[in-house]
């Protein structure tokens, strides 16, 4: 087997490299989706997130917007007990901690944006496929729905 030269080698892979990571190229293959968090207490954060694959899930889009989550995993999929400590200490404490023993209950609500407007998501995160100009919600309460921003004023790249 022949050896390449170090020089011909080092060439080659810096041709390679301009070729591959070229910004027209990058941002040609590239998904983007939206997230909005709304911690319930007037603050609200909106990030987008860039993935290779055709699609993740709810989970991952959230870990990647850069979110520090608690979760209790069950055959239903995952529950989001926390985002950035908003909500239950999961597993110190019970996912839904705030629901038991008064007349409201405040958890995080989850919502996938659909012809304008806020739908309440019909499976959980852990399951929600999220794909190229998806917006997903959440808000920490008893059912309100975060601020409504689209898709383009997130991510406007």
């Known amino acids: 087997m022949k050896q390449v030269p170090p ?11 301009l070729f591959v990571a070229t910004p027209a190229t990058a941002k040609k293959h590239r998904n983007q989706a939206a997230v909005v968090v709304d911690f319930g207490n007037g603050i609200v954060e909106a990030e987008c997130v ?11 889009l959230l870990r990647r917007a850069g979110f520090e989550l608690d979760i209790e995993r069950s055959s239903f999929g995952a529950a989001i007990c926390s985002i950035d400590s908003t909500g239950c200490d999961f597993p110190l404490e019970a996912c839904f901690c705030q629901c ?23 499976v959980g995160a852990s399951q929600e496929r999220v794909r190229n100009g998806t917006v ?6 008893s059912g309100a729905e975060p601020p409504l921003l689209t898709f383009e ?5």
């Open 7 to 17: 020089r011909v080698f080092l060439v080659l892979a810096t041709i390679a490299l």
């Open 136 to 141: 997903h919600g959440w808000s920490f309460g």
């Open 50 to 60: 860039s993935f290779r694959r055709p699609m993740i899930n709810g989970v991952r």
């Open 100 to 122: 038991s023993g008064g007349p409201t209950c405040v958890f995080w609500n989850f919502f996938v944006q659909g012809d304008g407007e806020w739908e309440f998501a019909t």
């Open 153 to 157: 004023e997130i991510c406007y790249d």
